[in-house]
């Protein structure tokens, strides 16, 4: 069985496509699970682009983008990935 609507692909691979959708889902909830537990561990100083008023409430709002995305390409994931944890930012880990 193949899948035929490929850009809502995260839902269809519980019905059955092919074995690199499920790889890629998989890879991609293992990621996003990952990119979750370390904005959670993060102290709200380590945002180095707080979304509000002295980062009070970036570890939320990253939290619940990351959680949203995951039928949506796992993109709240990605885009953490890049905009918090590989900005080192004036703080080293």
Request: glycine share 8%; hydrophobic share 50%; charged share 15%.
């Amino acid at each position: 069985m193949e899948c035929s609507s490929f850009p809502f692909w995260p839902i269809p691979v519980f019905w059955g496509c092919t074995g690199l959708a499920w790889v890629l889902w998989v890879a991609g909830l293992i990621f996003s699970v990952v990119m979750v537990v370390d904005c959670l561990k993060r102290a709200k100083n380590e945002f180095h682009n707080p979304l509000t008023k002295e980062g009070e409430y970036d570890k939320l709002i990253w939290a619940g983008a990351i959680i949203l995305s995951f039928g949506f390409y796992f993109l709240g994931a990605i885009v953490y990935f890049f905009v918090v944890k590989k900005n080192k930012g004036s703080s080293s880990e």
